[in-house]
């Protein structure tokens, strides 16, 4: 019923940036939280950054200061833009969407597939 694709992953030397995309599509009634999580190899997931539907923001510690999550609701999307990136940054990104579909009252979590991040020199 609903789709996630994230987008902008790639490989970036230590200090770079990088913006990621999430755009949700699929019979959607409405949205409401969307945030990013990832997972480095052999490490659990971890929160990275949160934003509600009106636009408040929270951050994890270890991005705090260097990433910024936003969204554009009227293209149900997603960003996360990744600033003074650091090796430990590499991870797969995870795109989270609490939303409710059409011909449905009640809220339901999709992710994404993820997308790829590779800091190193």
């Known amino acids: 019923q609903v789709q996630l694709v994230e987008s902008g992953g790639g490989l970036v030397q230590p200090g770079g940036s990088l913006r990621l995309s999430c755009a949700a599509s699929g019979r959607i009634f409405s949205i409401d939280t969307m945030a990013w999580y990832r997972q480095a190899p052999e490490k659990e997931r971890e929160y990275v950054a949160r934003i509600t539907e009106g636009g408040s923001t929270n951050y994890a510690d270890s991005v705090k200061g260097r990433f910024i999550i936003s969204r554009d609701n009227a293209k149900n999307t997603v960003y996360l833009q990744m600033n003074s990136l650091r090796p430990e940054d590499t991870a797969v990104y995870l795109c989270?969407?609490?939303?409710?579909?059409?011909?449905?009252?009640?809220?339901?979590?999709?992710w994404g597939q993820g997308t790829q991040v590779t800091v190193s020199s």
């Open positions: 989270y969407a609490r939303i409710v579909v059409y011909g449905s009252s009640n809220y339901v979590n999709y």
